[in-house]
Nanobody
Framework: QVLLEQSGGGSVQAGGSLRLSCAASGRTPSTYVMGWFRQAPGKERDFVSALRWSSGSTYYGDSVKGRFTISRDNAQNTVSLQMNSLKPEDTAVYYC?????????????????WGQGTQVTVSS
């Protein structure tokens, strides 16, 4: 069992920055992957970014490449998402997720554990 606790988020004007963090506790094997997804009202939950813990490999959705950065803190077992140059279309509830062994980290079906979600609102 893995528990995910999210923090961060909030409201910002377009062009601003926010940071999300996700702390994992419980059984986290070395093969696990942590990801971020987001869901806007009336839309599907979309892939944002992911990090493969063993290798440090990172993945990004096309809409956030060059603006968002995923990183990890090994000591705290935490993954963070630094979001810069935010746009109104980034407005959504952001979810942290963890998978024991995601082959395709951009697919939400690969993830077993989910955080509680946190609202990010970007105003124009």
């Amino acid at each position: 069992q893995v528990l995910l606790e999210q923090s961060g988020g909030g409201s910002v004007q377009a062009g601003g920055s926010l940071r999300l963090s996700c702390a994992a506790s419980g059984r986290t094997p070395s093969t696990y992957v942590m990801g971020w997804f987001r869901q806007a009202p009336g839309k599907e939950r979309d892939f944002v970014s992911a990090l493969r813990w063993s290798s440090g490999s990172t993945y990004y959705g096309d809409s956030v490449k060059g603006r968002f950065t995923i990183s990890r803190d090994n000591a705290q077992n935490t993954v963070s998402l630094q979001m810069n140059s935010l746009k109104p279309e980034d407005t959504a509830v952001y979810y942290c997720a963890a998978s024991n062994r995601a082959v395709f980290p951009w697919q939400k079906t690969e993830y077993t554990y989910w955080g509680q979600g946190t609202q990010v609102t970007v105003s124009s």
